[in-house]
């Protein structure tokens, strides 16, 4: 009979922390906010978004009010990656963000893809998302009856960086306030971003910039 293998070393809080980036996604859709509320460290969590910054429990309201109203946010998880050092973590994986809304009397939907960037900490001996960057890589709009035809504003969807400009001119048609100079595939966001990872990982006091 063959020997069995060892398990890896950290093989338990890796699997644990990928539980927590999957709740992540299903319970803040389902709206499951009880549950969702359980992936945040207590104390110090920070949701970053193209339409929000803040605390998660400021987070979480504002999602549940969207919620209500019918805003239709809808996140897809893929690959996962992340180096765990002690009781902190950096995880990234990869997403899409799917956002469906009416534009200039047109039903459209947009599909961002990117990465969800985690600083996590053990509290209380759990893995809990201490900030949450999101990396916005691509994305574009389709409208959703072929027959539409629908005219960008092209100053306002050049407003905002390449990887997220139709959802931010989505979400801008909403009502929604857009922060523009968030993390990309490249350039001095996202090297800004894994330099703050590295010192998450090294033992710095805070998780980085949560402006």
């Known amino acids: 009979m063959k020997e069995i293998p060892n398990v890896p070393t950290g093989f338990e809080d890796r699997l644990a922390l990928r539980e927590l980036v999957e709740n992540w996604a299903v319970w803040r859709d389902a709206g499951d906010w009880d549950r969702f509320a359980t992936v945040w460290h207590p104390t110090d969590g920070w949701m970053t978004a193209t339409w929000f910054q803040g605390p998660a429990t400021e987070f979480i309201a504002v999602s549940r009010e969207g919620f209500d109203r019918g805003v239709s946010i809808l996140h897809f998880l893929g690959g996962h990656s992340v180096d765990v050092h002690g009781d902190r973590a950096i995880a990234q994986t990869k997403m899409?963000?799917?956002?469906r809304?009416?534009?200039?009397?047109?039903?459209?939907?947009?599909?961002?893809?990117?990465?969800?960037?985690?600083f996590c900490g053990?509290?209380?001996?759990?893995?809990?998302?201490?900030?949450?960057?999101?990396?916005?890589?691509?994305?574009?709009?389709?409208?959703?009856?072929?027959?539409?035809?629908?005219?960008?504003?092209?100053?306002?969807?050049?407003?905002?960086?390449?990887?997220?400009r139709h959802l931010a001119y989505l979400q801008t048609?909403?009502?929604?306030?857009?922060?523009?100079?968030?993390p990309g595939l490249t350039g001095r966001a996202v090297r800004r971003l894994y330099d703050e990872g590295a010192k998450w990982l090294a033992g710095s006091a805070s998780a980085g910039d949560t402006e």
Do not use: H, M, S
């Open 96 to 99: 899409t963000i799917n956002q």
């Open 101 to 118: 809304a009416n534009v200039d009397g047109v039903e459209v939907d947009v599909v961002c893809t990117g990465r969800f960037y985690d």
């Open 173 to 182: 048609k909403a009502g929604f306030t857009v922060k523009a100079g968030l």
């Open 122 to 164: 053990r509290y209380d001996g759990e893995w809990k998302i201490v900030r949450r960057q999101p990396i916005y890589e691509k994305d574009r709009l389709d409208v959703v009856d072929p027959a539409a035809r629908l005219e960008l504003d092209p100053e306002l969807l050049n407003r905002f960086p390449a990887g997220y």
